[in-house]
């Protein structure tokens, strides 16, 4: 089918540009590790606004199509590897015990954060809404 195809390499390179910004940024990481969560962040919303419409319509497959739901699914399941990778980088800094839990409770505070600046309209700036969240996350980690 063709729509799983484009799915398919959506994803991956999705998936590539998210890589380039966790792994590209790990140089400064350790000494500016707010600056890299929010790197993240905003390349993530970079990423969903270029393709916001897309993005509906999946959500809206991933609930009637299994095909979409199993890619959803591996694609959430990759990203959780991502930040276990990550988590794994700062192993002797982070102060959470569970990495798999966590990179579960970090993905879905980064997707909120996601989908309230790209999919809602907000009363306070966007700045704010992600500065709050790098806080959320890095006091989470490292505090």
Avoid at 1 to 13: K, V
Avoid at 44 to 51: A, F, P, W
Avoid at 85 to 103: G, H, P, Q, R, W
Wanted: proline share 1%.
């Amino acid at each position: 089918m063709i729509l799983l195809e484009i799915l398919a390499d959506y994803d991956q390179s999705f998936l590539d540009k998210i890589d380039k910004a966790i792994q590209g940024n790990m140089n400064f990481s350790k000494n500016d590790k707010k600056l890299w969560i929010k790197i993240i962040i905003e390349t993530l919303i970079e990423l969903h606004n270029e393709s916001k419409e897309f993005i509906l319509e999946l959500q809206a497959l991933n609930h009637s199509m299994p095909e979409v739901a199993k890619i959803h699914d591996i694609h959430d399941l990759k990203i959780k590897e991502k930040i276990i990778e990550s988590l794994e980088y700062f192993k002797d800094e982070v102060k959470i015990t569970d990495l798999e839990a966590s990179a579960v409770i970090i993905s879905d505070i980064i997707s909120s954060v996601v989908d309230r600046i790209v999919f809602n309209n907000n009363e306070i700036s966007h700045n704010r809404i992600i500065n709050e969240g790098v806080n959320v996350i890095y006091k989470y980690l490292f505090c």
